[in-house]
Nanobody, 124 residues
Framework: QVQLVESGGGLAQAGGSLRLSCAAS????????MGWFRQAPGKEREFVAS????????YYAPSVRGRFTISRNNAENTVYLQMNSLKPEDTAVYYC?????????????????WGQGTQVTVSS
């Protein structure tokens, strides 16, 4: 059973930064793309960023490109999301997700396992 555990969420002021972590276990981490999604109250879950298995390819939603950075440490089975220049509209529950293969997807259907989520709240 795949296990994904997010951490690092919390409260930040607009313009501030947060770093999310996702510890993965029970699968060969480097063989799978990983991604981050978010879901705000009353809205659908939306793609934020993804990275290939080796970590050489990354993709971002237009709304976060240039502010967020996804990275991974395959030796530690962890994927990160560095969030800078936070805005109130970034407020959401953020989910870590495991891809179905090494290629990074950009849609929900491209991911097969999900973490429990971590709340990020950005105040103005």
């Amino acid at each position: 059973q795949v296990q994904l555990v997010e951490s690092g969420g919390g409260l930040a002021q607009a313009g501030g930064s947060l770093r999310l972590s996702c510890a993965a276990s029970r699968f060969t981490f480097a063989s799978y793309a990983m991604g981050w999604f978010r879901q705000a109250p009353g809205k659908e879950r939306e793609f934020v960023a993804s990275t290939s298995g080796p970590g050489g390819s990354t993709y971002y939603a237009p709304s976060v490109r240039g502010r967020f950075t996804i990275s991974r440490n395959n030796a530690e089975n962890t994927v990160y999301l560095q969030m800078n220049s936070l805005k109130p509209e970034d407020t959401a529950v953020y989910y870590c997700a495991k891809g179905k293969n090494i290629i990074p997807p950009v849609t929900t259907s491209g991911f097969g396992s999900w973490g429990q989520g971590t709340q990020v709240t950005v105040s103005s």
